[in-house]
């Protein structure tokens, strides 16, 4: 990877970041790698020179996510169309994705220099309401729900004009196997290895017993309707959608994934195990 410009986004509201950003851009330039942020981050931080979003990602070789989570799949997602490697620098709670902390920073970036580091491409989803706007990608899910939590919402998926399931209840989780320790674990779905080219279908609350989760192929494209009068699309937690009887929302495999750096001896099953409590 060619390295010789950082681009960084700072989770929102970070305004406490700005003396770990400024020691984060001393550790890269020391190894002679330009760091840019973009506008936004700097107004948070009260730094002066900023870039729009699209001309960080135009300019940088890699972007560098500071906060959360939910910092790094917003970079992703946003930067979805320069398919730029993003590294998440964890100053959030969970961490399941940002694996290296700023104390870490600076071992990290001499590896990053030796070309001791490795890129994950994880799978994403796609979504569009057909004829109505342009393609969404979500990194983790898309979840179909009702827009009052009064009220229960009637969903029907269909793959190849068979119909998958009918679903009635509170929603149902779309997920890619990265979302699956998210949304889709909490509402009792299943944990997918990340690697895996697979389409999670997790109901949430339903009014039945018998429905369950279902793994799908990758391949498979799915028409999602509704028959209640109006409904919901949140795309991983972040941005939301209506769509009503009248629409198809086509959930589909994204043409390329999201590529994640990481250590090379990052495995997921320490991590799972970490962050999950298994065997405690």
């Keep these: 990877m060619k390295l010789d410009c950082v681009g960084v986004v700072i989770k929102p509201g970070g305004s406490d970041l700005k003396g770990v950003y400024k020691k984060i851009k001393k550790i890269f330039e020391k190894e002679h790698i330009r760091v840019e942020i973009d506008k936004a981050s700097a107004q948070i931080i009260g730094e002066k020179d900023g870039h729009s979003f699209d001309e960080l990602c135009k300019k940088c070789d890699m972007l560098l996510s500071l906060g959360g989570d939910g910092t790094l799949i917003s970079v992703a997602r946003r930067s979805y169309a320069h398919h730029k490697p993003v590294l998440g620098v964890n100053v959030g709670t969970l961490g399941f994705l940002t694996d290296i902390r700023p104390d870490q920073v600076e071992d990290f970036v001499k590896k990053l220099k030796k070309g001791e580091y490795r890129i994950?491409?994880?799978?994403?989803?796609?979504i569009s309401i057909l004829g109505k706007r342009e393609k969404i990608v979500a990194f983790n899910d898309v979840v179909v729900t009702r827009p009052a939590v009064s009220k229960m919402i009637y969903i029907d998926a269909v793959s190849n004009d068979v119909l998958l399931n009918s679903y009635y209840g509170d929603g149902l989780i779309i997920s890619t196997p990265t979302g699956?320790?998210?949304?889709?674990?909490?509402?009792?779905?299943?944990?997918?290895?990340?690697?895996?080219?697979?389409?999670?279908?997790?109901?949430?609350?339903?009014?039945?017993?018998?429905?369950?989760?279902l793994v799908l192929p990758s391949d498979f494209e799915i028409k999602v309707t509704t028959k209640s009068k109006s409904a919901l699309l949140v795309i991983d937690g972040q941005d939301m959608y209506e769509f009503t009887p009248e629409d198809i929302v086509l959930v589909r495999k994204a043409p390329v994934g999201a590529k994640l750096i990481h250590r090379v001896e990052?495995?997921?099953?320490?991590?799972?195990?970490?962050?999950l409590g298994w065997g405690i």
């Design 120 to 126: 994950d491409e994880r799978m994403m989803i796609e």
């Design 266 to 275: 990052r495995n997921y099953f320490n991590v799972l195990r970490e962050k």
């Design 180 to 213: 699956s320790t998210a949304y889709n674990l909490s509402a009792g779905g299943p944990v997918v290895y990340p690697f895996t080219e697979a389409i999670v279908f997790t109901p949430i609350c339903p009014h039945s017993l018998t429905q369950r989760p």
